[in-house]
Nanobody
Framework: QVQLVESGGGLVQPGGSLRLSCAAS????????MSWYRQAPEKERELVAV????????HYSDSVKGRFTISRDNFKNTVYLQMNNLKPADTAVYYC????????????WGQGTQVTVSS
């Protein structure tokens, strides 16, 4: 049974930092690309960052490039999103994702963690 459990969200002032974590289970973690998405109120869910199974290649949306860092620990089956210099526009629910459609037919999401950037 695949599970993705996010943590680390909260309220932070503009310019502050947060680190999100996503603990994964139920699949061979190191084999799969992991992604972070976010969804702001009344907006579509958007891709934030992606990391390959080995952690050697990453990709970021233009809106977070240079401020956010995605990483993973394949021993702990956990993917992280370090968010620095946060802006009010970063306020959203952040979701962890693994696409296992080729294996199980399902694209999996965590429950989400709320990030609010406000003074």
């Amino acid at each position: 049974q695949v599970q993705l459990v996010e943590s680390g969200g909260g309220l932070v002032q503009p310019g502050g930092s947060l680190r999100l974590s996503c603990a994964a289970s139920g699949f061979i973690f190191s084999r799969y690309v992991m992604s972070w998405y976010r969804q702001a109120p009344e907006k579509e869910r958007e891709l934030v960052a992606v990391i390959t199974g080995a952690g050697d290649i990453t990709h970021y949306s233009d809106s977070v490039k240079g401020r956010f860092t995605i990483s993973r620990d394949n021993f702990k089956n956990t993917v992280y999103l370090q968010m620095n210099n946060l802006k009010p526009a970063d306020t959203a629910v952040y979701y962890c994702n693994v696409d296992l459609t080729k294996v199980t037919g399902t694209n999996y999401w965590g429950q989400g963690t709320q990030v609010t950037v406000s003074s």
